[in-house]
Structure formats: C-alpha cells, structure tokens
C-alpha cells in the first residue's frame, strides 16, 4: 500500500483517472470557486486538486507534511503556496482567517489534531465561508482501516457541533463529498 493525495491504493491497482477525473469534476462543480477565492488544501498530497483550485481562485495554501509531494507538477502553478508542515503543527501559530473554503480531500481521517481543527476553523473562519471534505466511505474496499473512517453521519454531527452546517452532500461508488457552511 501506498499513499496518493492521502488517498490509499494497492501497489496492484493503478488509479483510475477516469474515476478520479469524474470525482474531481464533480467536487469543483459543487464548490463553485470564484477568482477571488483562497483556498487552503489540507494534506493536499500530489497537488491534484490544488492545480484544480488554483485554475479558479486567486489563491491557494497547500499544507502537506510530506515535503517530496511537492516535487509534483501539479504545484507548479505561480498561486499556490506549498506549507511543508503537519496541519497540527501549523494551527499552533497560524489560523483560516484568510480562507473562503478549507479542503480536505481523504486526509481528515488521518489527522490526529480533528478537534483542535474544528475549533480552529470555528474561532477563526469568518461566516459564510465553506469547509469541503471528501471521505471513504464505510463500505470501500480500499482506504484506511474501517474504524478510522466517519459514516456521512458522524461527521455531519462532528462538524456541525462547531458551528457548520450542512449544504450540500455528493455520493460517489467509494468516496463522498460534503460540503459545510460557516453560521
């Protein structure tokens, strides 16, 4: 197993870019980023959905903890901003005041500050402004252990306590996207 932009695959199952494309167009739809936009992608692995992002915002904060990551090409646009830190070390000196959208693409599972995120995100993302995650779902195949992963349900509930709420929900074969808003 490996990871690619957080997401798990099996060395013997190439990914599908056709699958990933689909999603990924689908999710940027929904998002409905303008040129005026920041966007801060949260363990943004390979870069994928920064270079989306940074075709349609001003703006992009990639914060990734796995410095090679950035050798991708996908980080070569000149508005996106590489962080070379775990997102848990940088919430201690930084915040989201800054951000139209915080994204999380198959990383949220994995981070280990999920609670000092959210209160972060509630002290300091201004109202209106998004939080957009894509998740595994329970039942895939692949992906991290099943016991670290949320049902739509358990994050909808974990994310709302802080202050979101829920405006739009996209199902795919193995992920899902949600998108919340700041009230």
Request: aromatic share 16%.
């Amino acid at each position: 197993m490996y990871k690619l932009n957080n997401g798990y695959f099996n060395h013997n199952k190439p990914v599908n870019t056709e699958i990933r494309s689909k999603i990924v167009d689908d999710v940027i739809q929904s998002m409905n980023l303008s040129k005026n936009d920041v966007v801060f992608d949260i363990g943004s692995g390979d870069g994928f959905y920064s270079s989306k992002f940074a075709d349609l915002s001003k703006k992009v904060y990639s914060i990734d903890e796995f410095e090679d990551n950035f050798q991708s090409e996908y980080y070569l646009k000149n508005n996106i901003t590489t962080i070379p830190q775990n997102v848990c070390d940088w919430l201690k000196t930084n915040d989201f005041s800054e951000a139209d959208c915080v994204f999380f693409s198959n990383s949220f599972h994995d981070m280990e500050c999920q609670e000092q995120i959210l209160k972060k995100l509630q002290d300091s993302l201004k109202k209106g402004r998004y939080l957009d995650l894509i998740e595994f779902n329970l039942s895939a195949n692949f992906g991290p252990p099943v016991n670290i992963r949320f049902s739509k349900e358990m994050l909808k509930s974990k994310v709302e306590s802080y202050g979101f709420k829920e405006v739009k929900y996209l199902e795919f074969e193995n992920h899902y996207f949600i998108s919340f808003q700041k009230i």
